[in-house]
């Protein structure tokens, strides 16, 4: 049954390439497990004699009186027997054996096997030291064998009840592994656990959805989610907030705002972070008397709106180009004392850029300036565009020069912005001059960028400078629409370029993007 399960996951996990070491589990509705729990294991340690015994009670003597120079003359005789014995006597010492651990570390690491590193994980858990258990566990895994997680598990397994441990140190090892991203770990232990027993802590599994949720698995957390639910392990606050952002940017919105309406049934609390994923699901859907209402109950509930809630508004409004209300939202702001963010005046000033208004970009940087809220290079790419969109580029170039002295350096959204600028005042020739220096800056031109040049050429009638652009971009495995291929095409023909014209006819038969109806347009003469 279990290699059957395993199975299962491994159709998507090895479709799926983040990290060598990490692949992605996936949670299906059969995986509920229907035995009793297998019986944890019990080996023992066999008893030392002999030297062995003379030795641990010498170390272990001078262990405890903490005489680290008669230990460091001992060193070169510690063995993986030995040291297993002195952390077993030293286990109700988390303080000593760790101590003694990281002294045998450096003293004499082929002493330190599988089976020490997890009696010192289970001193440590047993005491709830679990950051250091936590970076135990990752000195051991970050440099080993992808085969490692299996043994870990066992090695953890068969000295538990050797060191008399708590189920904590599978809830250790299961988080590490989420921790690192290490998902198909993870998994694994998470269902090694359920075999014995043991199930993780709703903090652990929040880490593993978070984990999930930053590399955007959204379904995967979400089947995660509902295999705590089987498991029965109660969710809190963090965790239903997780799972209401995961069904917002799957776009089931209606699902989020269910979590939310069963908070209260759970006897959980919603919190402004609850809030805040919702009002943003809202605004990502354009329902932003939803998101408004919904800000307007937090503060019924006894909660406060924050940045966070008002800068998702804003930009709700901005993106749907209602810059009035934008704007209103950002004078309630300043009411209640809820100071303005960079990223607040960011999405206003690009909003006012959009709206073709970068006087009122000006003055908003300007008070932001005012205020003390530090621009960054994405203020001055929203101020420079809304210049360059209203053909100001003189005074583009000039917020251009300021990024120096700030030393921020301009990026891809900075060179398309000065680009459109001179397209917008037919200066073709300059723009492709700022692409080049684009590219020399080590910025990556996108596809809107070559479409916005090559059309200043075409408009002005300069098809060899259109065919130069496009050469560019189909070196960069981007091409244009069929109209504008046959547009530099037919262009070329009529300005007597026959042999340019050849060679997009050969690069877009290369390619195979050779437009429907192109031969009719062929010159029967240039075949």
Not at 44 to 49: A, D, Q, R
Not at 381 to 400: F, H, P
């Amino acid at each position: 049954m279990r290699i059957f399960l395993f199975r299962q996951f491994s159709t998507l996990l090895d479709s799926v390439s983040i990290k060598p070491t990490s692949a992605e589990p996936q949670f299906h509705g059969n995986l509920r497990r229907s035995w009793n729990s297998i019986p944890i294991p019990n080996r023992t340690l066999p008893e030392p004699k002999g030297q062995d015994l003379d030795f641990i009670n010498v170390a272990h003597s001078h262990l405890i009186h903490t005489d680290w120079d008669k230990l460091n003359s001992l060193s070169t005789h510690f063995t993986p027997f030995r040291v297993k014995h002195i952390l077993l006597r030293m286990k109700k010492d988390h303080v000593l054996s760790l101590e003694l651990f990281n002294w045998v570390k450096t003293q004499n690491p082929n002493s330190l096997t599988l089976e020490t590193h997890s009696i010192i994980l289970h001193t440590l858990t047993k005491n709830r030291k679990f950051k250091s258990a936590e970076l135990i566990l990752k000195s051991i895994l970050i440099p080993s064998s992808i085969d490692i997680a299996d043994k870990l598990f066992d090695a953890i397994l068969y000295s538990y009840r050797m060191c008399d441990s708590s189920p904590r140190v599978f809830d250790s090892l299961f988080k590490t592994y989420a921790h690192m991203k290490r998902f198909r770990d993870a998994t694994d232990t998470f269902f090694h656990m359920k075999d014995y027993g043991f199930f993780p802590t709703v903090e652990s599994c929040n880490a593993y959805l978070s984990s999930l949720l930053d590399l955007h698995r959204v379904d995967i957390a979400l089947g995660f989610y509902k295999e705590m639910s089987r498991c029965r392990i109660s969710p809190n606050v963090y965790t239903l907030n997780m799972v209401m952002s995961a069904f917002c940017k799957s776009g089931k919105l209606d699902k989020a705002v269910k979590v939310f309406e069963e908070m209260h049934n759970l006897g959980i609390s919603p919190n402004d972070t609850s809030y805040n994923t919702l009002i943003i699901g809202y605004c990502r859907k354009g329902l932003l008397n939803s998101a408004v209402k919904l800000k307007n109950m937090m503060r019924e509930r006894g909660l406060e709106a924050n940045v966070v809630t008002f800068n998702t508004l804003i930009y709700g409004f901005c993106k749907e180009g209602k810059i009035h209300e934008a704007s209103k939202v950002f004078s309630d702001m300043k009411v209640l004392n809820v100071p303005p963010n960079t990223i607040t005046y960011n999405t206003l000033i690009n909003g006012y850029s959009q709206v073709g208004n970068s006087e009122m970009g000006s003055m908003l940087y300007e008070e932001m300036s005012r205020n003390g809220v530090k621009a960054d290079i994405l203020t001055y790419n929203a101020l420079i565009s809304g210049l360059c969109n209203e053909g100001k580029t003189k005074k583009a170039a000039y917020m251009v020069k300021e990024l120096d002295k700030l030393n921020l350096f301009p990026n891809a959204s900075t060179f398309s912005a000065l680009i459109i600028g001179q397209c917008m005042r037919n200066n073709s020739d300059r723009a492709f001059q700022l692409y080049k220096s684009m590219v020399r800056s080590g910025c990556h031109p996108n596809k809107q960028t070559f479409n916005i040049l090559i059309s200043a050429f075409c408009k002005n009638d300069d098809y060899e400078g259109a065919f130069t652009v496009l050469i560019e971009m189909f070196e960069r495995c981007m091409a244009p629409g069929s109209d504008v291929l046959l547009e530099i095409y037919h262009g070329l023909c009529l300005c007597g370029k026959d042999h340019l014209a050849m060679k997009l006819c050969n690069e877009m038969e290369a390619r195979t993007i050779m437009p429907e109806g192109f031969e009719k347009a062929k010159p029967i003469d240039n075949i």
